[in-house]
């Protein structure tokens, strides 16, 4: 079946860039997701990006996919304390379901 | 806004208790989902459901029931609660007119089977 596969931690320092990527197998995946999940709280979409697209900038958010290789990443730019989360990476073929990854913790220090 | 409410934040429960789970939203979704979330798993889907009345199961449908008489609501029910099904339960729900797959997610339950 589908699978979604992310980084289980990052760590940064406050003001700094933060990365964070996933690898999904599905090549029928039609739209990839982002979502946050701060600590004792639900998941919260940050951005989506359509697989006809290759970069969407949101912010102080970019997402950059490369469908080639099945690739996404999530790049925060100027990362706070506040940004501090679980963040999960989804993809969907459209039909019905996500196939989530496990998340990835960001730990942003000051 | 959309809203997804969870009936408890909570819950304490011992084993063999039947156990119900509540959802609300308020945006006339078709779509709505079950989710257990644990440590090192990511979220697993349980059950979901396109239109009241129906369900489809998810990944791990063993040893849950769900129940959806209303659009808004959609309940999850552990017949014979087990140790084994203390995690976090995450209701979601997704407007199929829009986007696909962008699912709005409740705070919550965290249930705890002693």
């Known amino acids: 079946g589908e699978d979604v596969e992310q980084s289980l931690f990052l760590s940064v320092r406050e003001g700094d860039s933060s990365v964070i990527n996933c690898t999904y197998t599905d090549s029928s995946s039609t739209y990839l997701y982002w979502y946050k999940q701060e600590p004792g709280a639900g998941l919260q979409l940050l951005t989506y990006?359509?697989?006809?697209?290759d970069m969407k900038q949101d912010q102080r958010l970019t997402v950059l996919l490369n469908k080639k290789d099945k690739h996404l990443s999530l790049r925060i730019a100027d990362t706070q304390t506040g940004d501090s989360a679980i963040y999960f990476c989804a993809e969907s073929s459209g039909y019905s379901t996500l196939t989530f990854g496990k998340g990835t913790m960001l730990l942003v220090s000051p | 806004d959309v809203k997804v409410t969870q009936s408890s934040r909570y819950l304490v429960k011992r084993t063999g208790e039947k156990v119900f789970l509540e959802c609300v939203q308020d945006?006339?979704?078709?779509?709505m989902f079950w989710y257990r979330q644990d440590p090192g798993l990511g979220l697993r889907l349980i059950y979901f459901?396109?239109?009241?009345?129906?369900?489809e199961k998810g990944d791990i449908p063993e040893g849950y029931s769900v129940s959806r008489e209303k659009k808004e609501r959609f309940s999850l029910i552990l017949e014979s609660a087990s140790t084994n099904q203390t995690s976090m339960y995450l209701c979601?729900?997704?407007?199929?007119?829009?986007?696909?797959?962008?699912?709005?997610f409740g705070p919550g339950t965290r249930l705890l089977v002693l």
């Open positions: 979601a729900s997704e407007d199929n007119r829009g986007a696909s797959g962008t699912q709005y």
């Open positions: 459901s396109y239109d009241v009345k129906m369900k």
């Open positions: 945006m006339d979704h078709e779509n």
């Open positions: 990006i359509f697989s006809n697209m």
